[in-house]
Structures are given as structure tokens and as C-alpha cells.
């Protein structure tokens, strides 16, 4: 993967402002958690197919994705 | 491994609590990043508002003071007076800048004042739920106009830029917008140029953000974003209103 | 250096100056026009900062700004325009953030007129805040007085307020710089000022409620720390021969100045004492246990029609004494030759 997408879920207020920018529309809510503000939060499905255009993180109202380059030889990042 | 969006050095590490979609977030995130990528965090002396942008100076990790209903511009006059080296901004929301304040950012901008004013416009009064403000939309509805903004009893929406570029000390004004990536990034590069004005000695600035509040709207905040596009920027356009450079050509 | 002969506004304006003062804010509004005025003369002299302000409003949030700077700063105004201020100055209570100012009373309500009065001893804020408050009675003591508010001002990080009336700031007196009071010293630092974290070594300061108190504790704080520190400091009262006087007058400011010339025509008829606030806030509660036995009765003369002071006059009675109040007339503003008259009057009926 090129790029680590870090979400901090437990901040997550499930507004959606980072879904629709997505080109490849990586971006979803995951109905199998609820965090502690009762909201399923935001995740992304197929990190590896991320190109870092950062749409997402400068829409987030609350600053909970973190966007991070990784060295293109290493193969996994962290999953966020 | 470097991080290309993250949360800012310049806000403090503890969550937003405005409301879900609210974009005093998004706002507060770019104008935090503006000061780190001109390295002025150590440098920056924010000031305070009432209404939900008073919220400010608990994200924001510089040196703030909290300020009166309207008063920011008056206070900044005194911070920058004293700190003439400093960047000092003011972050006021539209019941707080364009009602109660409107004697205290006229002036300032009359003095010309070297600090530089966010304006957070979303027609309407958030943290006291949801009142008409000067910029309410013509037809729209508030708690307090309750059949829809009527002109002829509250006049015409309150338009800010247009009224500061009148006046001689107000150096760059510019109406952005937060409703898309393209926008916010435009709204970021307005607001480094307003802090870039400041930091020349030019004189005062004032970038206006059109800015969401679902909660009071009344809608999501994805329609939201829909309404700035399709209501806000038609009566608000965007646009450089002022630029010093550009009148040193 | 020797006297010289002044307007007490004018008076007012070098003491801050010389206090250190150098940023100034104000409004236009008789009858303290000489204040604004003098400072812009001297302040771009003298390395400082004044503006003229939009509004009344606007001038003291400007003196919160420059405060919270670091800076000394300071405004004038006189009724009519403290009560505009009145917003920021019980914000500069919360905040904590120290300045003077100075307000030279007329009389009222509102435009009222431009007569010295002192109508404004009650005039306060919303949420129960308390500012030292000087009230000068001579041209001197508007100079000692305005150049140790400073310091008061930064030892308890409280604003401070010389409440002068109209005739204080009007007339010419003369005044000796030299005698100003000493400068106080270990003068708590002001690390709060802003200059940006870069100054405390990257910790952000944020000016509204202390660190780590909650809004309820501030207020509590105040009330049962500052403000008792402050009342056991500050307090500040010329008392003259109360011991064995007949009759005892109370009187701040202008008020005082003619109660000394009543002392004076009356002569030995009646025996005069006076108690004269130099500090209304905090008020000389204890002072009136120094009243001795031989004491029939309190006069309370002040410049205003039924009376303000005499509240805390009464209260300080209590019941110890019947307490009168003269004052101005619905012919004019109080006189010596009416507080003769009313001491005449009470002395009469109390040898009945």
C-alpha cells in the first residue's frame, strides 16, 4: 500500500461529509460496530486502492482521518 | 513514512463538539493548517467570539482570548497594537460579526487594522438554536422568522465583503465557500493569503466562509452542503473583493 | 521637582503615564475630555499606544486586548459611557486580566447633564464582580491614586476603578509628581500575557477561565479569596476626629472637600468629625467603631439627589445612629452652605 488511512472511530459522528468524494468510493459506514457516540462510523473497504487525493481527510469536520505516505517497497501499512 | 492530512499542531488534541457535519470543524482544521505550514504557531494569537465559534479557543492550540459578543475585532486591536510582529485573527460567526459587532469590524477595517477576521457565515444564529441573522437568506425560515425571512420587515440579507471593500483600511477580502474538496482547498489558500496581507504590514482582511449548520437547517449535512451550492453562493457570490496586491499593480 | 498647577484630568493622564501606562483607549464625553486628549498628545511622545475609539464599547474591549498583551492599559469615560463598558469590564473580572478606569462622573440618568455629580457609586456590572474603587478628593490624590491602581491592578489581576467626579477632573489644583506613592514591588509576572506559545516555551495560553477550574469555582475563588485579600489590603479611609464629635459626616470626593469647609463655618457650635472613603470598594465598614459615644447623628452629603453611598453608610450604622442624607436640590447640585444648613438642622433636633 502507498498510503496508511487512519480512522479513530470512537470519534467518528457518522455525518458522512467524507463519503461522496471518493472517486473510487472506498468509503462506507460499518454497519457491524456502533462506537461510543451510537453512530456506525466511517471506514474504508480496500485501503490498498487509496491513491491519497486526501478528499476525505479535508472534508472530515472532525478530523479523524489521518492520511500517512508509506515507502512503496514496504507491503503493508497499518490498517486503519 | 510522512503524514499528508492529519490533525493539525496548531488545535489541541480533543474532539470537536459541534454538531455532527457542523464545518466550524473543517474551518478550524484549515485555518490551524495555514498556521503550520507558515510556521507561525508560536507566533499566533487567536480571539475569540460568542455563539458556536466561540467554541474556537478550546480546539485551537495557540494563545487565545475569549471574547465579548461582537467584541473580537475591538479586542484584536488591543492584542495587535500591543504584538504588532504577532498573527492575531478574529473567528466570528455571522449573528456574532454582521448584528452585535457590526460597529467594532467597520471600525477595525476603517483603522486598518493588521489582523486578520474568519467569518463564519451560516445564515443564521447556531448555539442559541437557530434565530434569523442579518445574512438570513430572503424566505428563509428561523425560529424567529418563523414564515420565512420577509424583506420587507427585516430587509435584505447583510452582505459583508461587499460592505468592508468599501472601505479604504481593508486590504484582501475574500467570499469562499466549504461545500467541496475544490472549495474548501480554495478556502484554504484564501485564508493563508488574508494571514500573508497581515504579515506585510498591508492592512486588515476578512475571508467569509459560507458554512453549513444542519442542525438548525434541518437537514443533512450532505444536504447541507447541497444548500450552500444552491442557495448561499447565488445570493452570497464568492470571489476577491479586495486585494492589495492587486491595487499595486 | 515642585508643584505644579494642573487639571485634575490632565493629572490623572501623567500618573498613568507615569505608572507605566502606554496604551490608552477612549471615547470622547464631557467631562473627562482632557484625559483622551492629553494622551494624544503624549502617548506617540512617549512610545505608547492611543486610539480613539468607535464607541465606548469598543474602547474598553481594546483595553481587554492590550491587557491581556501584558500591556498596562487604561480608559476614561464618565457615566453615560461606563455602563457601556461596564460589559468588558466584568468580562476583565472573569478573565482576570487587570487595567484602570477611570470614570468621571456627571449627572444622569443617561445624557443627565454635564454638571459634576456622583451618580455612578452603584453602577456595576452583571454577575457580582468586584473592582477596587478609588475615589479622589484632591488633585494629588487623583495622581497618587490613578499610579498606584496600576499596581493594584497587576497584584490581584483585578481591574481597578478611580471613581472622580466631575468637579475632580475640572478644576486645577496643584499636584507633586515626586510624592507619588512607591511603586510596589514583587508584582506577580504576567506569564499569562499573550505573545504566542512560542513565549512559554510552546504551551498555549488561553485567556477566559483559570486553568482547570470549572466556571462556578472561578466565581468561588473570587469571593472567598481574592476578594477578602483584597478587603483586608485596600481598604483606604481618612477619618478625622470621630472620637468625640456630635455629629459625623460621611463623604467621598468633592463631598468631602466641602464637608471640610462646613468643619470650618461652623466652628465650635458643633462638633464635626468626618469619615471619608478613599476606597468605596472595599468600603470602611469597621471605620464607623471608631465613632465615639458623644455621637448623635450621620450625615451622608453627597452630589446626587436621595442619595447612593449612604446604603453602605447605613449598613456600617447599623442603627448605631440615625443617618441623613443631603445632597442636591431640585435647585441645583449639593453645596457647603447646604450641608451647613442640614447640620444645623439635625443639631437642632437632636438638642430637642
Known amino acids: ?80 | 513514512m510522512s503524514v499528508l492530512y492529519g490533525k493539525p499542531e496548531s488545535l489541541n488534541d480533543v474532539p470537536f463538539t459541534f454538531c455532527p457535519g457542523c464545518t466550524h470543524g473543517l474551518t478550524l482544521k484549515l485555518v490551524a493548517s495555514v498556521i503550520d505550514e507558515m510556521d507561525m504557531g508560536d507566533d499566533t494569537i487567536s480571539v475569540g467570539c460568542v455563539g458556536c465559534g466561540g467554541y474556537m479557543p478550546w480546539f485551537m492550540n495557540v494563545d487565545t482570548i475569549f471574547s465579548l459578543h461582537g467584541r473580537a475585532p475591538a479586542n484584536a486591536t488591543g492584542v495587535k497594537r500591543m504584538n504588532p510582529d504577532k498573527l492575531v485573527f478574529t473567528y466570528q460567526g455571522d449573528g456574532d460579526l454582521a448584528s452585535i459587532g457590526t460597529a467594532e469590524i467597520i471600525h477595525a477595517a476603517h483603522r486598518g487594522e493588521k489582523f486578520t477576521t474568519i467569518f463564519v457565515n451560516n445564515t443564521t444564529y447556531g448555539m442559541t438554536g437557530g434565530q434569523m441573522a442579518p445574512t438570513t437568506l430572503i424566505g428563509q425560515k428561523t425560529t424567529t422568522s418563523p414564515y420565512g425571512r420577509d424583506a420587507g420587515l427585516c430587509g435584505q440579507p447583510l452582505h459583508i465583503c461587499e460592505l468592508l471593500s468599501t472601505i479604504d483600511g481593508a486590504k484582501y477580502i475574500e467570499r469562499v465557500a466549504v461545500d467541496s474538496p475544490v472549495s474548501v482547498r480554495k478556502a484554504k489558500k484564501a485564508i493563508r493569503k488574508a494571514f500573508e496581507c497581515q504579515m506585510a504590514g498591508a492592512g486588515f482582511s476578512l475571508i467569509e466562509i459560507l458554512s453549513t449548520c444542519p442542525t438548525n437547517w434541518g437537514m443533512s449535512p450532505l444536504e447541507s452542503l447541497e444548500r450552500i451550492r444552491t442557495e448561499m453562493i447565488p445570493a452570497y457570490p464568492l470571489g476577491v473583493f479586495k486585494d492589495w496586491e492587486e491595487g499595486d499593480k | ?352
Open chain 3, 1 to 352: 521637582m515642585t508643584k505644579v498647577l494642573m487639571k485634575g484630568n490632565e493629572v490623572i493622564a501623567e500618573a498613568a503615564l507615569r505608572a507605566g501606562c502606554r496604551a490608552f483607549f477612549g471615547y470622547p464625553i464631557t467631562p473627562q475630555n482632557e484625559i483622551p486628549e492629553y494622551f494624544a498628545r503624549e502617548m506617540p511622545l512617549r512610545n505608547g499606544t492611543f486610539i480613539q475609539a468607535e464607541s465606548e464599547i469598543a474602547a474598553m474591549n481594546m483595553v481587554m486586548g492590550a491587557s491581556a498583551s501584558g500591556a498596562r492599559a487604561m480608559t476614561s469615560t464618565s457615566g453615560p459611557g461606563y455602563c457601556l463598558k461596564l460589559e468588558a469590564l466584568a468580562a476583565m473580572t472573569l478573565t482576570r486580566l487587570p487595567a484602570v478606569v477611570v470614570v468621571v462622573m456627571r449627572n444622569g440618568p443617561a445624557f443627565g447633564t454635564m454638571n459634576a455629580a456622583q451618580e455612578d457609586y452603584r453602577m456595576n456590572g452583571n454577575g457580582g464582580y468586584k473592582v477596587v474603587t478609588f475615589a479622589p478628593s484632591t488633585i494629588q490624590e487623583a495622581a497618587d491614586m490613578t499610579f498606584e491602581a496600576f499596581d493594584i491592578a497587576d497584584q490581584y489581576r483585578n481591574p481597578v476603578v478611580i471613581l472622580a467626579d466631575g468637579m475632580i477632573g475640572q478644576m486645577m489644583g496643584s499636584v507633586d509628581f515626586d510624592k507619588l506613592p512607591a511603586k510596589r514591588e514583587h508584582l506577580p509576572e504576567k506569564t499569562w500575557a499573550l505573545h504566542g506559545r512560542g513565549q512559554r516555551n510552546g504551551k498555549s495560553e488561553f485567556l477566559f477561565i483559570a486553568e482547570g477550574k470549572n466556571h462556578y469555582q472561578e466565581k468561588y475563588d473570587a469571593e472567598t479569596i481574592l476578594y477578602p485579600e483584597i478587603k483586608a489590603n485596600e481598604t483606604s479611609v481618612e477619618i478625622v476626629d470621630v472620637e468625640d464629635a456630635d455629629i459625623v459626616m460621611c463623604a467621598y470626593g468633592t463631598a468631602a472637600r466641602m464637608c471640610v469647609a462646613a468643619v470650618e463655618a461652623i466652628g465650635s457650635e458643633v462638633k464635626l468629625g468626618l469619615i471619608r472613603p478613599r476606597t468605596l470598594w472595599p468600603f470602611p465598614y469597621e471605620t464607623f467603631g471608631q465613632i465615639g459615644d458623644p455621637c448623635k447623628a450621620i450625615i451622608c452629603p453627597e452630589i446626587n439627589i436621595i442619595g447612593q453611598m449612604i446604603d453602605d453608610v447605613r449598613i456600617a450604622s447599623a442603627g448605631r445612629w440615625p443617618v441623613h442624607h443631603v445632597g442636591d436640590s431640585a435647585t441645583g447640585p449639593l453645596t457647603p452652605d447646604g450641608i451647613i444648613e442640614k447640620v444645623k438642622e439635625v443639631w437642632k433636633e437632636m438638642k430637642v
Open chain 1, 1 to 80: 500500500m502507498k498510503f496508511n488511512i487512519i480512522f479513530n472511530h470512537e470519534e467518528c459522528k457518522g455525518c458522512e461529509l467524507c463519503i461522496p468524494w471518493c472517486k473510487f468510493e472506498l468509503i462506507s459506514f460499518d454497519k457491524s460496530r456502533l462506537n461510543k457516540k451510537g453512530v456506525h462510523p466511517a471506514m474504508i473497504a480496500h485501503p490498498e486502492k487509496c491513491v491519497g487525493c486526501g478528499n476525505c481527510a479535508l472534508m472530515c469536520p472532525d478530523a479523524i482521518i489521518t492520511i500517512e505516505k508509506t515507502e512503496e517497497d514496504r507491503s503493508q501499512g497499518k490498517e486503519g
